[in-house]
Each structure stands twice: as C-alpha cells, then as structure tokens.
C-alpha cells in the first residue's frame, strides 16, 4: 500500500479526533457557564464519536450476542486501544481507565469529557473508585472495565483483578463478560495488540499499511451478582471469557479461586 494512502488513512482518523475535541470543548464550556450536562448527554456523545472513529479504523467488525438491555458492569479482555471505540460504539457506557490515561495530550482530555473514570493502580485508591462506580451503576449508567489491568498480544488470558468487581454487587447489577478477537486471514492478528513500549504514531502506521483485519465482539451471557463473592465473579468472568476466545478450557484449569472476603 502507497505510503500516501497510508497518510490519507490517519489524516482521517485524526479529522474524527479533532472532531471529538470540538464536541468535548462544548462540554468543557457548559462546564464554565453553570449549564447542565447530564451523564446521559456525555456517553451518548461518547458512543456518537466512538462509532465515527471506529468507521475509519482499518477493521471488519463483527458482533455477536444480544446487547444488555439494563445498565451492567462490563469486563472485558483487552488487547488495544481501538477496543475502546470498538466497544464505545455499541451502546452508551462510560470507561474504568487508568490514572495515566487521563495526562495524555488529547486521549487523556477527551476520555475525562465522555464522563470515565479513573483510578491509580497501586495507590490504594481502591475504596474511592468502588464508591464511584457503585454510585455510577446506581444510577443506571453502563461501566466498562478490563479486569486483567493492561493489554495482552491477543494469544492468552491474564487474570482477572476481582476487587472492583465489588461495585456489581453492591450496585446490584449484572456483569456483562465481553470477549473481543482480532484477526487477520483467519489468524490471530499480530499487528493489532497496542503492548509494551508501543506507541500510538509507529501503531497506526502498522496497522494503515496493511489490508482491514477482523475484529469479533462476542458479548456472552450475563452473570447475576447478587449474594456472590467478588473473587468467584471475576473467575466466572475470566473462564468464560476464556472459552469464547480459545474453546474449551482445560481440566486444570477449571477449579474454582477460594473467594476472597469483600471488602
């Protein structure tokens, strides 16, 4: 592919971001001037740009399961950046993001006008961002989460962190397990995983010089939470997950985590 065509492609993605940036300054001067900006408005407008910048992103996608009528928490695998506007599109959701997403130029800015979250690995924030998110569920608006905490090369499954898990169950919703695939004629795609020192410039120009790949969303069976265990959710999550990604899990890997005590 022509290194022009290459360029062409990312000047559209970026003509969608700058679009974006205009819809969050609106956000941003309602802020100023007292007028009132619902969370309803915010993922709505989230979703509405989440769509456009997946439309110029060189993928095929294909989605099945049903979309959750209720407010839930999803918890999904995560192998790049592009599973955010991959899933953004599908309904209006806010996002669980790392506390570094928010200091990135522009991301960082747009991320914080479309009403996520964020949170400090490590920091001992924990209780804080539960306390948000049950209070974000609560009032019946949809939260996504990557419970394995950092992107994966798409080949395997790391463990899914249970404990903000514990918003679910207090907010009393269900959790939605969300398994997304890339692929790339028929194999697993190894342009697309965003891992390691890469960096976003070096990314889309991999992924620009190459034929569209396929990207499968499988949105799988929600899991009730009531009166259960924040650790036995997040392995009910992982396995299931698991199986719609590689198939059959095997034996040994099928005996249930010893709950731990909710916080």
């Not at 004629?185 to 965003?194: K, N, R, V, Y």
């Not at 410039?201 to 620009?208: N, Q």
């Amino acid at each position: 592919m022509s290194r022009l065509r290459v360029y062409a492609r990312i000047a559209r993605v970026l003509m969608v971001v700058a679009f974006g940036l205009s819809m969050a300054s609106l956000f941003g001067l309602f802020e100023r001037t007292g007028i009132a900006h619902s969370m309803v408005r915010r993922q709505r407008w989230s979703r509405f740009f989440m769509a456009r910048l997946s439309n110029a992103l060189p993928f095929q996608v294909t989605v099945q399961g049903e979309l959750p009528k209720q407010p839930m928490l999803w918890v999904s695998n995560h192998v790049s950046w592009t599973d955010i506007p991959l899933l953004g599109m599908l309904t209006p959701m806010s996002f669980l993001s790392k506390a570094e997403v928010r200091t990135w130029p522009v991301a960082g800015w747009l991320a914080a006008k479309a009403g996520s979250l964020f949170i400090r690995r490590g920091a001992g924030d924990s209780q804080l961002i539960r306390k948000q998110m049950t209070r974000h569920l609560e009032q019946e608006h949809p939260l996504l989460m990557f419970p394995e905490g950092t992107t994966t090369d798409g080949r395997s499954l790391r463990t899914f962190h249970g404990r903000l898990l514990s918003a679910a169950i207090d907010s009393e919703v269900q959790l939605q397990p969300v398994a997304i695939r890339y692929l790339r004629d028929g194999q697993l795609d190894t342009l697309a995983p965003f891992i390691g020192d890469d960096d976003l410039l070096s990314h889309l120009m991999r992924l620009f010089a190459n034929d569209r790949g396929d990207v499968e969303i499988h949105l799988l069976k929600p899991i009730a939470c009531e009166g259960r265990e924040r650790a036995a959710l997040a392995f009910e999550a992982q396995q299931a997950v698991q199986k719609a990604l590689f198939g059959a899990i095997p034996q040994k890997q099928q005996a249930p985590i010893r709950p731990a005590i909710a916080a």
